[in-house]
């Protein structure tokens, strides 16, 4: 919203009466002032209303003679620790009720934390590593980092984070609701994180969100607000083992209107990071010797994306990668699970004799 005033004067419900509608901010308060009929004389109407973060509207009565209003903003203080409900609420972590926020036990904290806090953000006294990298929606398994200052650490230090993606934009990039900040203990962190008195670090678990949603890796690059520093964790749908991977089938035969026996099965593994998989061919029947084994997009038709090994080819790897039209990982993974990547065989004296089938997901009994 515009942190500028502005003020729309209409009638109010009843005849002596007229309302004033501010664009109002939460942690601010408005006072409408009236002149007297001398127009020289100002005084308050009523207590100030606080914001509600909208468009406010205030009703007055309005006494005979009176034509001029005017509306001041009033900052608030609700658990008066001197720090305005404003400033608590741009401050991520701070409760405008509570003048200890942090339950540091210590009378004024939120004054002294916040002053602390622009003090580390002016001086660039906070850096952020990474100390588990890899995080698994499926297992539950963390990312973790660290959060580190220098200099004294005599008094708590409260670090507000700042988060973005891949600076490659064909990879995947992870959104605040991919994942929970907690502490160490589980807890989760919905603001500032508190490096604690006396230490000079502390880490926090970036904890995956289990969407549902089959998805490429995606890269969380996290720092200090008002620092270009960033670290980098990545999460993952699931870790790769055997039980995580994904089976695809295709039923090699020959193109519609194409003369051959030629004939076979393909298979593809995708592993449980949807990052790589590895591809198993077996075919029989060509006229002549194998000229090319190349797996394409069906839209449009026989846009080659990867070349295979010729012959039989038995976990041949394949990245899930950005390529031709498909210009995101993600793009070439929807598009296979959508059975929308085919395998294109062909043989040297007879191009034509080839295989172009949908690889599908083995659920799926076009696969049989």
């Given at each position: 919203?515009?942190?500028?005033?502005?003020?729309v004067?209409?009638?109010?419900?009843?005849?002596?009466?007229?309302?004033l509608?501010?664009?109002?901010?939460?942690?601010?308060?408005?006072?409408?002032?009236?002149?007297?009929?001398?127009?020289?004389?100002w005084s308050?109407?009523?207590?100030?209303?606080?914001?509600?973060?909208?468009q406010?509207?205030?009703t007055?009565?309005?006494?005979?003679?009176?034509?001029e209003?005017?509306v001041?903003?009033?900052?608030r203080?609700?658990?008066?620790?001197?720090?305005?409900?404003?400033?608590?609420?741009?401050?991520?972590?701070?409760?405008?009720?509570?003048?200890?926020?942090f339950g540091?036990g210590?009378?004024?904290?939120?004054?002294?934390?916040?002053?602390?806090?622009?003090?580390?953000?002016?001086?660039?006294?906070?850096?952020?590593?990474t100390?588990?990298?890899?995080?698994y929606?499926?297992?539950?398994?963390p990312?973790?980092?660290r959060?580190?200052?220098?200099?004294?650490?005599?008094?708590?230090?409260p670090?507000?984070?700042?988060?973005?993606?891949?600076?490659?934009?064909?990879?995947?990039?992870?959104?605040?609701?991919?994942?929970?900040?907690?502490?160490?203990?589980?807890?989760?962190i919905?603001?500032?994180?508190?490096?604690?008195a006396?230490?000079s670090?502390v880490?926090?678990?970036?904890?995956?969100?289990?969407?549902g949603?089959?998805e490429?890796?995606?890269?969380l690059?996290?720092?200090?607000?008002?620092?270009?520093?960033?670290?980098?964790?990545?999460?993952?749908?699931?870790?790769?083992?055997?039980?995580n991977?994904?089976?695809?089938?295709?039923q090699?035969a020959?193109?519609?209107?194409?003369?051959?026996?030629?004939?076979?099965?393909?298979?593809?593994?995708l592993?449980?990071?949807?990052a790589?998989?590895?591809?198993?061919?077996?075919f029989?029947?060509?006229?002549?010797?194998?000229?090319t084994?190349?797996?394409t997009?069906?839209?449009?038709?026989?846009?080659?994306?990867?070349s295979?090994?010729?012959?039989?080819?038995?976990?041949?790897s394949?990245?899930?990668?950005?390529?031709?039209?498909?210009?995101?990982?993600?793009?070439?993974?929807?598009?296979?699970?959508?059975?929308?990547?085919?395998?294109?065989?062909a043989s040297i004296?007879?191009p034509?004799?080839?295989?172009?089938?949908?690889?599908?997901?083995?659920?799926?009994?076009?696969?049989?």
């Amino acid at each position: 919203m515009n942190s500028k005033l502005s003020v729309v004067v209409s009638n109010g419900p009843a005849a002596n009466q007229v309302t004033l509608t501010v664009n109002s901010l939460l942690g601010k308060a408005y006072q409408v002032h009236a002149a007297d009929v001398t127009g020289i004389h100002w005084s308050r109407i009523g207590d100030p209303v606080p914001g509600t973060g909208g468009q406010l509207p205030i009703t007055i009565n309005v006494s005979a003679g009176q034509t001029e209003f005017w509306v001041s903003v009033v900052d608030r203080d609700q658990d008066g620790d001197q720090l305005t409900d404003w400033e608590e609420r741009a401050i991520k972590g701070f409760d405008p009720t509570n003048p200890d926020s942090f339950g540091t036990g210590q009378p004024g904290a939120d004054l002294i934390l916040a002053q602390d806090w622009a003090a580390g953000v002016t001086n660039q006294i906070v850096s952020v590593s990474t100390v588990s990298a890899l995080g698994y929606e499926k297992e539950q398994t963390p990312a973790v980092i660290r959060i580190s200052r220098t200099g004294s650490s005599a008094r708590a230090l409260p670090v507000i984070l700042t988060y973005g993606g891949d600076p490659d934009g064909t990879k995947g990039s992870a959104s605040t609701s991919d994942f929970v900040l907690k502490s160490m203990g589980g807890a989760p962190i919905s603001g500032a994180v508190l490096i604690p008195a006396g230490s000079s670090s502390v880490e926090v678990l970036v904890a995956p969100v289990q969407d549902g949603a089959v998805e490429v890796p995606e890269t969380l690059a996290c720092g200090p607000l008002g620092s270009t520093q960033r670290t980098l964790v990545k999460i993952h749908d699931a870790t790769n083992v055997p039980a995580n991977d994904k089976l695809l089938v295709a039923q090699l035969a020959p193109m519609a209107g194409v003369t051959s026996e030629g004939s076979g099965i393909a298979t593809i593994r995708l592993k449980g990071d949807n990052a790589s998989a590895l591809v198993n061919i077996r075919f029989y029947g060509l006229t002549s010797s194998q000229a090319t084994a190349i797996l394409t997009i069906n839209s449009p038709l026989g846009t080659h994306l990867k070349s295979l090994p010729r012959g039989q080819a038995e976990d041949a790897s394949w990245d899930i990668i950005a390529g031709q039209i498909l210009t995101t990982d993600q793009a070439v993974l929807d598009k296979l699970l959508d059975a929308g990547i085919h395998l294109n065989i062909a043989s040297i004296t007879n191009p034509p004799e080839r295989s172009v089938v949908p690889l599908c997901p083995s659920v799926d009994p076009r696969s049989w």
